[in-house]
């Protein structure tokens, strides 16, 4: 039973909203749309206040000061123009130094954003016809007319500007500024309050500068405001580098382009929303049913946003920034409005509909202007700004300095009528409305010197932060300023901490085509795409970067590196193969125990000089090639330490000569034997060989062609220090450059050519007895030499740096090591190991051929 009853009560719901609407729509429509404000000149207004639909629409469920019935939709925010048309005219009618003895009136006039009804209702003004039927070029009733206040878009200006052309009938337009409006040709008798937007393309690009917004969004009308504002943002953002990731064009009249028009909404976190009101309308009527909170909206205009949507909590506005032109605070207007109710205007047909719908007033059965059971303290002030804001706005002031500008324009003229023709002071004023645009012309000019009557309005803007949440709060807080007479640099200042973001973003939102290159990358531009879209790269070897999104690296001086992350330079320290490093304190130490080992043999040598181990092998060479292997072992010290003029000369010099008086001992060594044991010579020329020690004479000959070789190298091309910077990273590494590679190549060549012939030599007399012969070590020993240095030359061209030094420095400990321990090493091994082997007797036995040449060496 109870489900019955409740389905028969939800069945008659619509029945009672229907009554309801019913009795709403009575009243309202046998109000008029005008009403009149009676004064000895009079004003036109024409504003939008409420707007006709042709087609049915439910009203709104939860917001009825809205939707009031199927046919209107209402504005009650826009009442503040009439507010503020009143305020003026009740300050200029109090003032006796303002048109004495003169009072101001008004006829007000809604417009309906259609081209018929706003130029209809003009044409009614015009011809003051009461019946609503035009009769052009008469006017039924006399009255002085003065200028028509239009607004709030430039359709509605230009519309009625062009009728108003032909009469030459004075026009304010309080709206945003249009360069189109002041075509003079066009448009003779329409004057502009309104600034110039010059500057809030650079005040919005700066804001994004601010923020670091690179990829941004653009909706702007479809008409040549639009296209101006386009090629404004397009110039400031190519300066500054910010992209327009799409550009939508809001159409006069919305077709299939509709769905599209939504599409791509979401490849950017900052959008523009750029234009007047009435153009604006429905695109921001979708952008709130459509909750798009993941976006901030920056604005030029205190649109009537959240007047749109029901009372959920989520807001699509919120966090919104919007431009608005620096305007000082009008405190007495405020008071004004509080002191506003239908009682005081009864003339006002408006006013009854606030208090019903505000303040929970009802209507009158008898009468619809007359309210019943209304509260006391009603007052227009205790509303929430988005309902009615008691601030006064960009147009309300626009309408105030209209209204001044028209009286002073009429006091001046007053003026002059009274100084011609004297005699008629205190006469009713009498003028043809085409006479004051002569004046308003002058006060235009005069305006942009700021007269006593009108505040003043440069070119700078605050920035409001709309705050909204929960919904219905409808704050505009202000965040900051743009002055654009500023300096560079101080035109822009932003308090961040203010700043109430949409609820998506804990933190600054980030609005950028790809992600920001840091420190260490650069930007790479991508083919076929805009210039905020890029792809980030490493800095090159040596090059840094220590800002974000740079183009170009920075290459690091010769004398610093690029650290591993790229993001700064160091100096670079000397390197050079040190004592202190590991590798040139173990050669050191390998070299100085070599040349105390070949010491020790030289001792021992000197200690068994008398034994047949070493006479065998000729005391003399063994003790020039044990003093000569010395010198080659500490000539590699040479090469430790850090380089200079003297030691890198004595690096090649010495080591030429020590390897080639080494060399050349070998050889004479190896000669040595073959004549004494190969040799088939007559018997007098091979004792006088021997005799005279002629094999000797081998060392000074080839030591003199070295020395020759070495002399002719350092005056040409002597070796230098040299430094290099890009051998290490994070190193000069210092060295010794050799000066003529061909001189250096010589000298190695002619060892290699000696370590060649010594070998050749020792081969040839490796068959000889045992006993006494070395030729076989000899031969072996040169061998390794050999091997060791044409081994060497690859690897050390291969080598950079220390390590090249270091593979010479082994190479030279190497080849003496070989040339050390093949030679002396076995017959260390008898004398010390041995000594039994070390005597004739065992020869004796061993030996069963003893040449008759063989002397007792």
Known sequence: MFSWIFTFWLLQIPKFASAFTFNISRCYYIITEEFHHEGDVVIGAFFPLHTFYTGKKMPHPTMPYQYLDNYIQYNFKNYQYILALRYAIEGINRNPNLLPNISLGFNFYNVRFTEKETLMNAVIWLTAHLQREAL???????????????????????????????????????????????????????????????????????????????????????????????????????????????????????????????????????????????????????????????????????????????????????????????????????????????NKYPEDIYLPKLWYLLFKCSFSHINCNVLDNCQTNASLDVLPSHIFDVAMSEESTNIYNGVYAVAHSLHEMRLQQLQMQPDEIGEEMNFFPWQLNTFLKDIEVRDKRSPDWRQTIDADYDILNLWNLPKGLGLKVKIGSFFANAPQGQQLSVSEQMIQWPEIFSEIPQSACSESCGAGYRKVTLENKAICCYKCTPCADNEISNETDVDQCVKCPESHYANTEKNNCYQKSVSFLSYEDSLGMALASIALCLSALTAFVIGVFVKHRDTPIVKANNRSLSYILLITLTFCFLCSLNFIGQPNTASCILQQTTFAVAFTMALATVLAKAITVVLAFK??????????????????????????????????????????????????????????????????????????????????????????????????????????????????????????????????????????????????????????????KNSFNHMKKKTHYRSKNFPNI
């Not at 060892?751 to 030729?775: D, I, K, Q, V, W």
Request: with cysteine.
């Open 136 to 342: 052009p070029n008469y006017n039924c009733k006399k009255r002085n007319f003065s200028a028509a206040l239009t607004g709030t878009s430039w359709i509605t200006s230009a519309q009625i500007g062009t009728l108003f052309h032909l009469f030459k009938f004075p026009q304010i337009a309080f709206g945003p500024y249009d360069p189109l409006l002041s075509d003079h040709g066009q448009y003779s008798s329409l004057h502009q309050m309104a600034s110039k937007d010059t500057s809030l393309s650079l005040a919005i690009v700066s804001l994004m500068v601010h923020f670091r917004w690179s990829w941004v969004g653009l909706i702007i009308p479809d008409d040549h405001k639009g296209n101006k504002i386009l090629s404004d943002f397009i110039e400031e953002m190519e300066r500054k580098q910010i992209c327009l990731a799409f550009v939508k064009m809001i159409p006069a009249t919305w077709t299939s382009y509709f769905a599209k028009f939504w599409e791509n909404m979401d490849e950017t976190n900052v959008i523009i929303i750029y234009g007047d009101i009435d153009s604006l309308e429905v695109v921001m009527r979708n952008i709130a049913q459509r909750l798009l909170t993941w976006n901030v909206w920056v604005m030029n205009i205190e649109h009537h946003v959240i007047d749109y949507a029901d009372y959920f909590m989520l807001d699509t506005f919120h966090g919104s920034l919007i431009f608005k032109h620096n305007y000082r605070e009008n405190i007495e207007f405020t008071k004004f409005i509080q002191t506003v109710n239908p």
């Open 679 to 836: 040799v088939n010579f007559p018997g007098r020329m091979v004792r006088w060989l021997m005799i005279s020690r002629g094999p000797n004479y081998i060392i000074p000959i080839c030591t003199l062609i070295q020395l020759l070789l070495c002399g002719i190298w350092m005056a040409t091309s002597p070796p230098f220090i040299d430094k290099d910077d890009h051998i290490e990273h994070g190193h000069i590494v210092i060295l010794c450059n050799k000066g003529s590679a061909v001189a250096f190549h010589c000298v190695l060549g002619y060892l290699c050519f000696l370590a060649l012939g010594s070998y050749t030599m020792a081969f040839l007399s490796r068959n000889l007895p045992h006993t006494f012969n070395e030729s076989k070590f000899l031969s072996f020993s040169m061998l390794v030499f050999f091997c060791v240095w044409v081994t060497f030359l690859p690897v050390y061209h291969s080598t950079k740096g220390k390590v090249m030094v270091a593979m010479e420095v082994f190479s030279i400990l190497a080849s003496s090591t070989a040339l050390f321990a093949f030679i002396f090493g076995p017959k260390c091994y008898i004398i010390l190991l041995r000594p039994e």
